[in-house]
């Protein structure tokens, strides 16, 4: 399991990096880990599924998410291949290894969620609408996680505190590097 406050700090990291960020997404990062690895715990899919890395991504969801925006940004392709060195393994793309690398897994997750017309619900502590977001467009009806299953989650892994939230928002926006920002 990450510690909240150190996987908070990363994932607002990547996503700044990768001109992705946003405290909703961030916060939707979260509980998304939250809920589908148990913060980390399960980077294999319990009970022998195909979903990898702690936001539990699916081979074929991650070949849709590459297909339909990773492939067509270069300037996102550019910072993962010079800033993470991410974009290949193995002599191949990655298009469903997530485990492998923690910035690929956020980056892949965040893509997901950019797919979606329906933005992010506005307040950040509204932990049920952002369960009941997860639920339509990430797990889907189709899937077995539930809205109570994500709050519960949600309150038992992410212990940021509404302060905590707002002030790593506003240092992951003033620029602070990874080592600079303080929780």
Do not use: C
């Not at 399960?42 to 599924?49: A, E, F, M, T």
């Not at 690929?104 to 965040?110: P, S």
């Not at 933005?119 to 932990?127: E, H, L, N």
């Amino acid at each position: 399991m990450y510690d909240p406050k150190q996987f908070a700090i990363f994932i607002g990291t990547v996503l700044r990096d990768t001109d992705t960020y946003s405290i909703q997404a961030l916060v939707q990062l979260l509980g998304t880990a939250a809920v589908e690895s148990d913060f980390g715990t399960y980077l294999w899919q319990k009970g022998g599924g195909p979903a990898r890395g702690p936001f539990q991504m699916e081979p074929s969801t991650a070949r849709d998410v590459w297909e339909r925006r990773f492939k067509k940004d270069e300037v996102l392709r550019y910072t993962l291949a010079n800033v993470y060195g991410i974009l290949r393994f193995g002599g191949k793309y990655i298009t469903d290894l997530p485990i492998h690398n923690l910035a690929y897994a956020v980056i892949m997750a965040r893509l997901k969620y950019i797919l979606i017309p329906e933005p992010f619900p506005k307040d950040v502590t509204d932990v049920f609408a952002y369960a009941m977001y997860w639920k339509k467009y990430y797990n889907t009806v189709k899937g077995k996680g539930s809205v109570e299953k994500y709050v519960a989650k949600y309150g038992r892994y992410v212990k940021l505190s509404k302060e905590s939230l707002f002030a790593l928002d506003e240092q992951l926006r003033d620029g602070q590097g990874i080592n600079q920002i303080k929780l």
